[in-house]
């Protein structure tokens, strides 16, 4: 009916209540996404990643992505628990990780590369390649840095990576996840 369309996103870091995707309503939804082969995004604050988890442990077989890594706070260099929280769900084969809102989550006037390596250690160590995707989070990343300064932190950060790894973080992962749903009904109609 709307080939274009494979997925959907609620703002869920907005909701007040961090235990939020665990509501029943929100976990008939989850389901139905399942059903019709939908993809969904999980838009969260690292404090939600608890609750992340324990959504997934229902759906294993729902394709899940996490946005902006979990918006784990770089302004602070905190990275625990966020970096064990998101080890734990980088378990699940089902679940991808969203490599953008980097620059947003740091000091917007100061930050440097270097600020952002450990972070970038943690996912590349937990999704590995073939489970990353690259995204620029524009407009919004203007608040702290230019388009081409938040996709040279990932190039520069995998410049001694094999062009197949590159290729696959800058898009053929997301053509995979995201394409399920189409090339699913493509080769079924």
């Known amino acids: ?4 369309l494979c997925g959907f996103r609620h703002i869920v870091q ?13 976990l008939r939804g989850i389901k139905c996404l399942e059903e019709f082969d939908f993809t969904y995004d999980i838009l969260i604050y690292a404090r939600q990643l608890p609750a992340a988890l324990e959504l997934l442990s229902k759906f294993p077989s729902q394709p899940f992505v996490i946005d902006h890594i979990a918006k784990p706070s770089i302004k602070t260099n905190l990275r625990l628990p966020w970096a064990s ?22 000091d917007w006037h100061q930050w440097t590369p270097d ?4 972070y970038l250690d943690t996912v590349f160590e937990a999704f590995g390649v073939d489970r990353l995707i690259f995204g620029s989070d524009w407009p919004v990343c203007l608040l702290a840095a230019g388009y081409h300064q938040v996709v040279a932190l990932v190039t520069d950060y995998m ?5 197949t790894a590159v290729d696959k973080v800058f898009g053929l992962n997301a053509a995979r996840f995201y394409g399920q749903r189409a090339s699913h009904h493509a080769v079924t109609t």
């Open 1 to 4: 009916m709307y080939p274009k």
């Open 14 to 26: 907005a909701e007040a209540d961090d235990r939020f995707m665990l509501r029943p309503a929100f």
């Open 85 to 106: 929280d998101l080890c734990a769900i980088a378990k699940n084969p089902n679940v991808y990780c969203k490599i953008s809102g980097l620059v947003t989550e740091a």
């Open 115 to 118: 600020d952002f390596k450990p």
């Open 159 to 163: 410049r001694d990576f094999p062009k």
